[in-house]
């Protein structure tokens, strides 16, 4: 017995390894995408506009997935689950890389935005029960270390290999990578069968009926919205503010993703010793970051260093808004785990939209960085005021109890009179 638990502790950091490559290879599908879009536009004949539904229509599928295909599984093995996601994700990329037509390659990435969402979901649960309590933040920090490391090396990695032997070689390097991160988590990750008495779609779906579930949901989308909505536009704010060379912006991007791989590991060692003080901290540094980089812009030095720092904090932010939803969904925190992805994606629509708005209305590229500012201020807000509320639910809970205690010594001497 004490040699299997021995060997289940060494598994356990490899089974992480595998579902961080897993999160690399769906990073990967997301974001290579922007950098190969001229070449995919040319191929089908298709102008910019529709081009760009390979992105946004992959962003909307990610949301379905995330909530859609998590409910639909709740009462399966956890392994299984995820093996036939990764599944998915390499028939997904297949599609993509034998496409012959738009409509084909839309498909494709729909396919493999449907696993996106119910992949991360679940993986932060299945990383979440691999290691000890104290650990569960860093285990979904290392599982979304994948994710982040797909912004450092493989976007310009796999930019760079559809550029010079064409986009659709991408592609069949990705569903490669799918096939070593699903040989990996089949036979590294435990199984994790649902017992007899944990909760089904109805629990899962019960763990809505908590306030606090909304209020980080609500969290998740203003926070990663802000930090989003200002990276969308980057590149413009770069070149037109910052007055760097289009050249230099993919080296620009490296030192964007640097700061999101560090941020995402610093992120969850603080958030397994506070989710609430890491994510007040952190949150309140961005709006800070953001807003100091939009007054320094036109510097191309304080650009740099801002833009480091936004990535930073941005995806510091991810342990522990994972870690917070999960924990007050309770014993059924599968769903709403999916419902957080989701909502991650929600905030990168939303803060889009927003910063498109503000250059529409002639305010200027550095206008998306207030409005990032902005929205991670909002996070900011409903997350001390959620704090406040849970604190108070908690006195409430305690008083009765304490109440009880302070009696039983008069009904015990009242006895014994």
């Known amino acids: 017995m ?79 689950v995820l093996t036939a996601l990764m599944v998915l994700f390499i028939a997904g990329n297949l599609v993509s890389a034998l496409a012959g037509s738009y409509e084909v390659m839309l498909l494709g990435r729909i396919l493999a935005a449907l696993t996106h969402g119910a992949f991360f979901g679940i993986g932060a649960v299945v990383a979440a029960g691999l290691v000890a309590p104290e650990k569960k933040a860093g ?6 270390a994948g994710l982040t490391t797909a912004n450092v090396l493989g976007v310009p990695l796999g930019t760079l290999l559809g550029q010079q032997l064409g986009w659709r070689s991408t592609f069949w390097a990705i569903t490669v ?26 629990s899962e779906l019960g763990a809505f009926r908590s306030g606090q579930v909304w209020l980080s949901l609500l ?56 989710v609430p003080v890491t994510l007040t901290v952190v949150l309140t540094a961005l709006a800070v970051v953001m807003g100091v980089f939009a007054l320094t812009a036109s510097s191309p030095v304080a650009s740099v260093v801002s833009l ?42 939303a803060g889009a939209w927003l910063g498109g708005l503000t250059i529409t209305a002639g305010l200027g590229y550095a206008s998306t960085l207030w409005d990032g500012a902005g929205l991670s201020l909002g996070a900011l807000l409903v997350l001390v005021g959620a704090e406040q509320a849970a604190r108070r639910s908690r006195r409430r809970a305690v008083a009765p109890a304490q109440e009880g205690a302070d009696q039983e010594p008069c009904t015990v001497a009242s006895s014994a009179a």
């Open 2 to 80: 004490h040699d299997h638990t021995q060997r289940r502790n060494l598994l356990m950091p490899i089974a992480l390894l595998a579902l961080a490559l897993g999160g690399f290879g769906i990073g990967l599908t997301e974001f290579v995408i922007a950098g190969l879009l001229p070449e995919v536009a040319a191929d089908f004949a298709v102008d910019e506009a529709t081009a760009g539904w390979l992105i946004s229509g992959y962003a909307l599928s990610v949301a379905v997935g995330a909530i859609g295909l998590t409910a639909a599984v709740t009462r399966f093995n956890r392994k299984h």
């Open 139 to 144: 285990a979904i920090a290392m599982m979304f």
């Open 177 to 202: 990578i799918g096939v070593v991160a699903l040989v990996g988590m089949a036979t590294l990750v435990p199984s994790q069968p649902v017992a007899a008495g944990e909760p089904g779609l109805r």
């Open 219 to 274: 969290v998740t989308v203003l926070g990663f919205g802000g930090m989003f909505g200002a990276f969308t536009y980057i590149a413009y704010t770069l070149t037109e503010v910052s007055g760097f060379a289009s050249s230099t912006v993919p080296w620009l991007l490296v030192l964007f993703g640097v700061g999101l791989f560090a941020g995402n590991w610093v992120g969850g060692r603080a958030a397994d010793r506070s």
């Open 308 to 349: 480091v720092l936004m990535g930073a904090f941005g995806f510091a932010t991810v342990p522990g808004l994972q870690m917070r939803i999960m924990t007050y969904a309770g014993s059924a925190p599968t769903l709403a785990s999916g419902a957080n992805i989701a909502a991650f994606n929600v905030g990168n629509a």
